[in-house]
């Protein structure tokens, strides 16, 4: 975190942008860390994701609007992880009933086991994921997003895609107290107090894009033979394999001939690299502030 006058400072300079061209045109020239943008990669990402404009005067609202839904979300789906002794039945809790809150509460509590394994390793050479407060998060909002996307459910990797995230929001993040109000948009934008609110916003936005990656195919198709069958045979595969085959028999071939090539004379399985690249989002490939 950070104090209120570096944020407002630095809040400062997105009058020097009228755009949201204009701000990608500087970022792709000289990265989040420019003069013009430092301090605000977090607002860039919420411009980009969330707001879709520059026009400041919507952002208040729809921020507030995110914000007001996670938090309902949270009330609802960790009531009872949070207050067991609040589920109301009759029901004996060794019930094995579909029917039983109790069953659904242990089913709660396994997905919750599967989704900490993965935070419990998370960064290990950073200390703030070693954090118990910075785990929570984690943990709270991969599975309220998990209990909202039952056709995917958890997989391993989407801690890598939401840590940064999470990195990101709260560095910029300010504990506004109680005295500000959300008159002064700056304040209402990096208040700490909704670090986790945003970062569950930012993570289903880039999961609208990212989660085809995590899909399987059902039950009735059949995985392709070969590396190199027939195209058609691609709609039994699972979204990431057909586009991991795209790149690899498609664009590879015409973009470097030469290692496409050399890839395909040594047996070298597209699968084994790229199935991570694509899946993180290339989040291993670049130093970790990149």
Same mark, same amino acid.
């Given at each position: 975190?950070?104090?209120?006058?570096?944020?407002?400072?630095?809040?400062?300079?997105?009058?020097?942008?009228?755009?949201?061209?204009?701000?990608?045109?500087?970022?792709? /020239?000289?990265? $989040? @860390?420019?003069?013009? *943008? +430092?301090?605000?990669?977090?607002?860039? !990402?919420? =411009?980009?994701?969330?707001?879709?404009?520059?026009?400041?005067?919507?952002?208040?609202?729809?921020?507030?609007?995110?914000?007001?839904?996670?938090?309902?979300?949270?009330?609802h789906l960790l009531k009872y992880i949070?207050?067991?002794? /609040?589920?109301? $039945? @009759?029901?004996?809790? *060794? +019930?094995?009933?579909?029917?039983?809150? !109790?069953? =659904?509460?242990?089913?709660?509590?396994?997905?919750?086991?599967?989704?900490?394994?993965?935070?419990?390793?998370?960064?290990?050479?950073?200390?703030?994921?070693?954090?118990?407060?910075?785990?929570?998060?984690?943990?709270?909002?991969?599975?309220?997003?998990?209990?909202?996307?039952?056709?995917?459910?958890?997989?391993?990797?989407?801690?890598?895609?939401?840590?940064?995230?999470?990195?990101?929001?709260?560095?910029?993040?300010?504990?506004?107290?109680?005295?500000?109000?959300?008159?002064?948009?700056?304040?209402?934008?990096?208040?700490?107090?909704?670090?986790?609110?945003?970062?569950?916003?930012?993570?289903?936005?880039?999961?609208?894009?990212?989660?085809?990656?995590?899909?399987?195919?059902?039950?009735?198709?059949?995985?392709?033979?070969?590396?190199?069958?027939?195209?058609?045979?691609?709609?039994?595969?699972?979204?990431?394999?057909?586009?991991?085959?795209?790149?690899?028999?498609?664009?590879?071939?015409?973009?470097?001939?030469?290692?496409?090539?050399?890839?395909?004379?040594?047996?070298?399985?597209?699968?084994?690299?790229?199935?991570?690249?694509?899946?993180?989002?290339?989040?291993?490939?670049?130093?970790?502030?990149?």
């Open positions: 975190m950070r104090s209120l006058g570096e944020a407002q400072k630095c809040w400062a300079q997105l009058d020097d942008f009228t755009t949201l061209d204009h701000v990608r045109t500087y970022i792709k /020239e000289h990265g $989040t @860390a420019g003069p013009s *943008l +430092s301090g605000l990669r977090s607002v860039c !990402w919420k =411009a980009f994701l969330l707001f879709n404009s520059l026009d400041r005067d919507t952002w208040s609202s729809t921020l507030q609007s995110s914000r007001t839904a996670y938090q309902s979300l949270r009330e949070e207050n067991p002794n /609040e589920v109301e $039945t @009759a029901v004996d809790p *060794l +019930s094995e009933s579909e029917e039983s809150p !109790w069953v =659904a509460l242990r089913k709660d509590e396994e997905l919750r086991n599967e989704i900490y394994q993965d935070v419990e390793r998370c960064m290990p050479e950073n200390l703030y994921f070693r954090q118990p407060s910075t785990s929570t998060m984690l943990l709270d909002i991969l599975f309220i997003f998990c209990k909202l996307s039952p056709d995917i459910g958890y997989k391993q990797g989407m801690h890598e895609i939401l840590a940064p995230i999470l990195w990101v929001v709260e560095r910029d993040a300010v504990d506004c107290g109680e005295e500000h109000g959300n008159e002064d948009l700056a304040i209402l934008m990096f208040d700490a107090k909704f670090v986790e609110h945003d970062c569950f916003t930012l993570f289903g936005l880039i999961m609208q894009g990212a989660r085809s990656f995590y899909e399987v195919p059902g039950a009735d198709a059949k995985p392709t033979a070969g590396l190199r069958s027939p195209k058609v045979s691609r709609s039994l595969d699972s979204p990431l394999i057909v586009r991991i085959k795209r790149v690899y028999e498609d664009y590879l071939p015409l973009v470097d001939p030469r290692l496409a090539e050399h890839l395909s004379t040594g047996d070298v399985v597209p699968q084994l690299f790229m199935m991570k690249w694509l899946r993180l989002l290339f989040g291993r490939e670049f130093p970790f502030d990149s």
